[in-house]
């Protein structure tokens, strides 16, 4: 069973650095299958990237995704303060799965 | 633009079966995964299960034995039923669909089921 780990659990940044944050599997994972969703407070989440690195229709290039086998990254560049939000990594075989997220505050 | 909306009771007596209904409009389900995803209060996502449009059914080995996932082709709709619930099944109730090579694109709003008697 895959196991996704996130760090770190929260990040604090100020408007216009950079935000780096990662998702580790416990095995290694088709980069096909790794997504990005974005979560706001009282909000469904929202997907940014899937196949690690291809953004969904609608999200601004300041999102970026990278990596493959078990290690993967989000890197958000720029930062907004509507960034402020929790970030899910999730890998879908037959049996999806989220990563336990990393909530990204705006100073 | 496809939308999903949830609908069913928001508070459900333990022991007994939690329904839910996705409605879709604006587009098809078919050739998607109609999935439930569920999120406890302050908690993360969970994965319930999906309905392939085929009929093929993938349920979370967690819930496996609680959960059923239907679809209603005839009325764009799929549906959720929990049996046995208990308070640890209190979550925000989300519906999506999932296709396999870009993920869950589009999702509900989200419906608060509260376990309580």
């Known amino acids: 069973e895959i196991v996704l780990t996130q760090s770190p659990g929260t990040l604090s940044l100020s408007p216009g650095e950079s935000a780096i944050l990662f998702c580790r599997a416990s095995q290694s994972v088709s980069s096909s299958y790794l997504a990005w969703y974005q979560q706001k407070p009282g909000q469904a989440p929202r997907r940014l990237i899937y196949g690690a690195s291809s953004r969904a229709t609608g999200i601004p290039d300041r999102f970026s995704g990278s990596g493959s086998g078990t290690d993967f990254t989000l890197t958000i560049s720029r930062l907004e303060p509507e960034d402020s939000a929790v970030y899910y990594c999730q890998q879908f075989g037959l049996s999806p799965l989220f990563g336990p997220g990393t909530k990204v505050e705006i100073k | 633009q496809v939308q999903l909306q949830e609908s069913g009771p928001g508070l459900v007596k333990p022991s007994e079966t939690l329904s839910l209904t996705c409605t879709v409009s604006?587009?098809?389900?078919?050739?998607?995964?109609c999935s439930w995803i569920r999120q406890p209060p302050g908690k993360g996502l969970e994965w319930i299960g999906y309905?392939?449009?085929?009929?093929?059914?993938y349920y979370n080995p967690s819930l496996k034995s609680r959960v059923t996932i239907s679809l209603d082709t005839s009325k764009n709709q799929f549906s959720l039923r929990l049996s046995s619930v208990t308070a640890a099944d209190t979550a925000v109730y989300y519906c999506?669909?999932?296709?396999?090579?870009?993920?869950?694109?589009?999702w509900g709003q989200g419906s608060l089921v509260t376990v309580s008697s």
């Open positions: 309905m392939f449009y085929g009929g093929s059914t």
């Open positions: 604006g587009g098809s389900i078919s050739n998607s995964y």
């Open positions: 999506a669909r999932f296709l396999a090579v870009t993920g869950f694109d589009y």
